[in-house]
């Protein structure tokens, strides 16, 4: 709206009630113009007094006629009642190369509006537990696109259905540079299917942390199978999934072929006997892995002495680290003797119970 009055009046005037609709009319103009909460000049240049204004009122957008004719738009306002973050708010965050928010959660409009203003020059994002859905995934994915510089994606602690895990799959082929991924605990499941291979086949991903999930044997075969065209990976993390014993024979053989891979965690899974057995001949097989977490994977006397016999045939790992798991002296011992071989080059073992 426009109101025209004297500079006289001007000090008497009160602006008067807008209406739920005029207040969403005036914040979609103000997203369709791109003016983010602009005003005639910069904010930061505004008095305490215009501040506290502001703060109280509105930040008006940039006005097309004079400033004297007193075209107002009150935005902030409208974004308290939209429940919408104030886009100058946004454009603060959206100066650095590197935004991380955590623990704070995002509002479908918000997370709209954040999209919407996100920049080209983007390096990192973290949004760690800001309680994105469906929907906010959506209008997320499509303001990624066109982050072509983004090399580090942290979403962990994000419930993901199978529908929004597959768009952000499809989604990471938008972005040549992106080396880091988390999507820790991010309920994750084994019917999710070939898009879970699909994300291990990534052409330039260096690290993927894939925690506290729900991988079992599906999901062990997809990635052991993507592990063996994958030629760039060098971390990955499955800790705390519900990897069993025959999920981790699967997911071990991709690692008889793999020859990028120099850390890998498989800790609070339930290896046992069968997935011992596959671990020692990945470890008299695979000679480029140099950091393994098999901690609390119940390994007990016999496992012990399968993986003992691997590592006397080993001279890349360099740290193991088996505590929490049910060794008993004689395991133990059978560690030991087989990190004093001469071929061995492990520099650290951890063996700790408590």
Not at 23 to 43: M, V
Not at 72 to 82: D, F, R
Not at 155 to 174: I, P
Not at 307 to 327: A, C, D, M, W
């Amino acid at each position: 709206r426009k109101y025209n009055y004297s500079k006289d009046e001007t000090n008497d005037y009160t602006l008067p009630r807008l209406s739920f609709d005029e207040k969403l009319r005036a914040h979609q103009s103000n997203r369709l113009n791109e003016t983010f909460g602009q005003i005639n000049y910069p904010f930061q240049f505004q008095s305490n007094k215009q501040i506290r204004t502001n703060n109280d009122t509105l930040v008006p957008i940039r006005c097309k006629s004079p400033y004297n004719n007193g075209r107002i738009h009150i935005y902030e306002n409208s974004c308290q009642m939209l429940d919408i973050a104030i886009d100058w708010q946004l454009r603060s965050l959206l100066l650095h190369d590197n935004i991380a928010v955590i623990n704070r959660s995002f509002s479908f409009n918000e997370i709209r509006s954040f999209a919407t203003a996100i920049e080209a020059n983007l390096e990192g994002l973290t949004l760690s537990s800001v309680g994105l859905t469906a929907r906010s995934i959506h209008v997320l994915c499509q303001g990624l696109k066109k982050c072509v510089h983004l090399n580090l994606l942290d979403l962990s602690c994000n419930k993901l259905s199978k529908q929004s895990f597959e768009l952000l799959v499809d989604t990471f082929s938008y972005f040549p540079l992106l080396h880091y991924l988390s999507l820790a605990n991010c309920g994750i499941q084994d019917s999710y299917g070939r898009s879970i291979g699909d994300l291990c086949r990534h052409k330039r991903l260096i690290e993927i942390n894939l925690s506290g999930n729900e991988f079992e044997d599906m999901a062990c075969i997809l990635i052991g199978g993507a592990l063996t065209d994958n030629t760039r990976l060098i971390d990955l993390n499955l800790s705390w999934n519900f990897i069993r014993s025959y999920a981790s024979i699967a997911l071990f053989r991709g690692f008889e072929i793999n020859k990028t891979l120099t850390e890998f965690d498989i800790s609070w899974s339930g290896l046992g006997y069968d997935g011992s057995v596959a671990l020692r001949r990945v470890l008299i097989v695979n000679q480029f892995l140099q950091r393994l977490n098999i901690s609390n994977c119940n390994i007990d006397r016999a496992s012990a002495k399968l993986i003992s016999e691997g590592l006397q045939k080993n001279s890349t790992l360099q740290k193991i680290n088996l505590s929490f798991n049910p060794l008993t002296t004689y395991g133990v011992h059978n560690i030991v003797q087989a990190l004093n071989h001469t071929k061995s080059a492990v520099s650290m073992l951890d063996i700790s119970v408590g």
